[in-house]
DNA sequence: GCCGTTTTCGGCCCGACTGTTTTCAGTCG
């Protein structure tokens, strides 16, 4: 049982106890213990195993029992009775926007709606307006909202939504009355998966700016539009919220929707110490206590509460609110300190451009060397290269290299497949004719765990390998990661050297930010690989930067920040 | 259900928007 899986049912047990109509805050506290479950290191899976439980904030005696319950029994029994009180498919409805723990328990207690199918049977048959509170116009948006999730999905890839989210940021500080805007929400936290889109400007018409926002073009849908906030649906789907608020209270706005819901619940109690209540708005001092400072900038909240800036990509109360109170912060990587990159694709195998216009390219970008790393044979879908086409692939690099002088230059590597029991697909002899190795695994994703841990760790345990590539294999929202134990392989990177790529591919993004502390706390150095398989693709490495900094990651902490020179040394190249 | 330098009881973030409920409940973020 995975730390995911304790996750699932704790916000279950909270779904399931709204629908009892429980105790609000009782629900909560599920909730959030799921949201520690997830994020909490070390793993609380590890912990229960060796009873340690009880040190986690916000895990109280009786979550500590579930927990201990799941990891060694995989069930639990408070979670089963609770499952036998309604039916599975009630929790579909709790996807339909507009629908909550109270009407879903109203539509299931009074006409035993249990599915969206019954759902959308009784709105066409009209049968729901007997119930309170159900209108017509309820109604309607509740056969809308059936239709949205029908065609659309619910949730976006940062890679998918990054140029609409940039042009609508655009169009709002283009308008008259707009004194500064900027995106706030998971966009702005950098998260790799996005629900929506949030953009905060601080304006002096502010129900003039929502208006002007739910008419633009791109606008398929106003789902709402009051005097300080629109939230619109684009074409694909995409729900984009804009909050219209005055130029004093846009600090307060920003850090406020921002996020996350844990940082600003814990940035609130922090406040409260002081004798001041955040919200959106200002400080509010209760009788007694000093008074708050004034605001300008959203620094300026954090300052007030003894915090240095915490960058928005750290905000996921991960532990940068101690680090903010100690001073230890990182100094985060940025995109102008990439110097150059590995893993990237040419026609050799299945890339669509030649070496040399990936090299113009990489030129183009001011980077100082680009690794080339082709698929190897055994991925014979992706059209990879026997030693023979590879090692003629390396001297065409080292005879192009020749006309840069030492300005640039290109690094002949391999992706090579790490074979089903660890092996390589490539023997040492080639493998030591490379600059470097990228390994990655493109097969056999159903071993079990403990295999394609085993697996992996073999590989990485052959000197030639330089990095891993994209460690668990999922493509975001399409395949889930296969089995594997990152905390062991970030501890046989530790022991070995070995680098792991933060593959900045928008579908991948892996290895998912949530481990990057831990790796850069045990010495473990990233390379952050854009994985291109055209030109354009070199552009990923922003998305790649944001991630980094999301897992805490600094320039030193990133291999590719090294400066052309440096790399030859490390990699033993003349 | 969790938590504690006012507390082991009594708090727990709260404002915006919508629809229908004519004074507020439910949902959302």
């Known amino acids: 049982m995975t730390?995911?899986?304790?996750?699932?049912?704790?916000?279950?047990?909270?779904?399931?106890?709204?629908?009892?109509?429980?105790?609000?805050?009782?629900?909560r506290a599920y909730k959030n213990g799921a949201e520690i479950v997830r994020s909490h290191e070390p793993d609380v899976v590890k912990l229960a195993k060796d009873n340690q439980l009880n040190n986690v904030a916000g895990i109280g005696k009786a979550l500590q029992e579930k927990i201990i319950e799941l990891t060694t029994t995989n069930k639990l029994e408070f979670y089963e009775n609770l499952r036998t009180e309604f039916p599975p498919s009630l929790f579909?409805?709790?996807?339909?926007?507009?629908?909550?723990?109270?009407?879903?328990?109203?539509l299931y207690d009074k006409l035993n709606i249990d599915s969206v199918e019954a759902l959308k049977s009784a709105c066409q048959d009209n049968s729901i307006s007997s119930l309170r509170g159900f209108g017509t116009k309820t109604v309607d948006k509740l056969l809308h909202a059936i239709e949205l999730r029908e065609k659309f999905a619910s949730h976006f890839r940062l890679g998918d939504v990054a140029v609409m989210a940039e042009i609508l940021l655009d169009a709002v500080h283009a308008h008259p009355s707009t004194l500064r805007c900027c995106h706030a929400g998971s966009y702005r936290r950098s998260k790799e998966i996005l629900h929506d889109i949030d953009i905060l400007a601080a304006t002096t018409a502010p129900a003039e700016l929502t208006q002007y926002f739910s008419q633009l073009e791109e606008v398929e849908e106003v789902i709402?539009?009051?005097?300080?906030?629109?939230?619109?649906?684009?074409?694909?789907?995409?729900?984009?919220?804009l909050r219209a608020v005055t130029n004093d209270a846009f600090?307060?706005?920003l850090q406020y929707f921002s996020g996350s819901k844990e940082h600003n619940v814990a940035i609130r109690q922090r406040a409260l110490k002081n004798g001041w209540s955040l919200n959106e708005y200002n400080f509010t001092a209760k009788e007694g206590a000093t008074p708050p400072p004034t605001i300008h900038e959203e620094a300026d909240i954090y300052k007030a509460l003894g915090l240095d800036y915490i960058p928005p990509e750290l905000r996921e109360n991960r532990g940068e609110i101690e680090a903010a109170e100690n001073g230890s912060i990182p100094r985060l990587v940025t995109l102008e300190n990439l110097r150059g990159t590995f893993h990237n694709h040419t026609t050799a195998s299945d890339g669509k451009n030649s070496l040399e216009e990936m090299a113009e390219a990489a030129i183009e970008l001011g980077l100082e060397y680009l690794g080339i790393a082709d698929h190897s044979k055994?991925?014979?879908?992706?059209?990879?290269?026997?030693?023979?086409?590879?090692?003629k692939q390396v001297d065409h690099i080292k005879s192009l290299n020749k006309q840069w002088e030492g300005s640039f230059r290109l690094l002949a590597g391999s992706e090579v497949d790490i074979l089903k029991d660890g092996s390589l697909d490539f023997d040492d002899s080639i493998l030591a004719q490379l600059d470097y190795v990228v390994a990655s695994v493109h097969n056999a994703f159903t071993l079990p765990e403990k295999e394609m841990t085993k697996r992996i760790i073999r590989a990485m345990e052959n000197p030639h390998v330089t990095m891993l590539g994209h460690l668990t294999g999922r493509l975001l929202l399409r395949r889930e990661a296969y089995a594997v134990n990152v905390d062991k392989i970030i501890d046989c990177a530790a022991e070995t050297g070995t680098i792991i790529e933060l593959n900045c591919n928008p579908r991948r993004l892996d290895m998912d930010w949530r481990h990057?502390?831990?790796?850069?706390?045990?010495?473990?150095?990233?390379?952050?690989?854009?994985?291109?398989?055209?030109?354009?693709?070199?552009?990923?490495?922003?998305?790649?930067?944001?991630l980094a900094r999301k897992g805490w990651l600094t320039k030193d902490d990133v291999i590719n920040t090294k400066p052309l020179n440096d790399i030859l040394d490390f990699l033993n190249i003349q």
């Open 3 to 27: 730390r995911e899986d304790i996750a699932e049912v704790l916000d279950n047990i909270a779904l399931l106890l709204e629908l009892k109509g429980e105790n609000v805050f009782k629900t």
């Open 251 to 253: 600090p307060f706005a």
């Open 516 to 546: 990057w502390k831990n790796a850069r706390e045990k010495g473990v150095k990233c390379a952050i690989n854009p994985d291109a398989h055209r030109l354009e693709q070199l552009q990923f490495l922003a998305f790649g930067v944001r």
């Open 378 to 391: 055994a991925s014979f879908q992706a059209n990879g290269l026997y030693p023979e086409r590879l090692l």
């Open 224 to 241: 709402a539009c009051g005097d300080t906030k629109a939230s619109v649906r684009l074409a694909n789907g995409l729900q984009v919220d």
């Open 92 to 106: 579909e409805l709790f996807d339909i926007q507009g629908l909550g723990p109270k009407k879903i328990k109203a």
